[in-house]
């Protein structure tokens, strides 16, 4: 017995959620009996469902309605669902022809959000934060105005940053390309953590202090490396209009809320930090999408950890009312193929 619940009343439970994902209206004891496998008599199915109402697994909107589930509800359906659900060959085919040929890691992170929502028809999305110990392979500053440097990394994964830093000096166009060669060199495939500390290092050397180059290395190469740690990284987001069109009236205002988290890279990285090291697809029901006032929300989620070191997360937003049975292997699935360094989404 689990959350209280006999085998039974999990079986009902169950068709309840899906009864309800599949129409979107109180289901009632007679519409239910029509479907069920139990066999039950509408009244006998009215009585489990009062005491499912009364141990929290189910609500009812309105006096002479039918009932629908419950955060906690849709919590126990759900981890069936985690337990059970497959990937159908039909979705494998098409996610394999879709994510190839693999490429770095940002063109990887935008097609997979445009994957998730096409497949899903719900928002497809993609979060990468800067972590301290992704690997850097390339430094380019460039002149951009007096005492204005663009800094470009990019990451032994292929994601390509920018950054408009403002120098207490005006630097050469020549000197900044010694600069970024040094950088590139001495640092190419190590941590930005190790990066940093080498910096430190060479700060207090004297013959940092005595060489106009190094000088410059110092300066500029702190600077882009700790923007790059505080920039948060980089999100993707496509299918919002999915999300639009399914939404109804009172739920515009949590549509709304979730809309502008996507479009606030430090509020995303605040709601779902949490799962980043987690492992496995996870699913935020309602109050769990608290941050954004998401009652009527839902969010599928997975991590994926690459050997370059870089670390993400991957998933599907949508109102609750998803195909969680099809979309949560989907989801799984391509967190597993960004893991695997997007070589091979079906291999090992």
Known sequence: MKEGLSERDRDILREIVEVYLATGEPVASATLARTSRT?????SL???MAELEEKGFLVQPHTSAGRVPSDLGFRVYIDGVLQKAELS???ERRLKAMLLPAGPLEEVLAKVSRVLADVTTEVGMALAPTSQQTTLQSFHFVRVASNRVLAVLV???GLVDSRLLAVDRDFEPAELEHISNYCT???VGLPLQEIRNRLLVLMVEERARADQLLTGVVALGQRAVDTEVASGGEVFVQGADHLLEKAGP?????VRRLLAAFADKAMLLTLLNDFMVACGPRVL?????SLVGGSDLGLILTSFHRSSGEQGLIGVAGLKRMDYPRIIPIVDYIGNYLTKTGTDPGGA
């Open 155 to 157: 990451t032994g994964g």
């Open 46 to 48: 009215r009585n489990v």
């Open 285 to 289: 029901l309602g109050a769990e999408v």
């Open 89 to 91: 060959h039909r979705d």
């Open 185 to 187: 060199l001495s640092f």
């Open 39 to 43: 066999g039950l008599s509408p009244a």
């Open 250 to 254: 009172g739920q515009m205002e949590a």
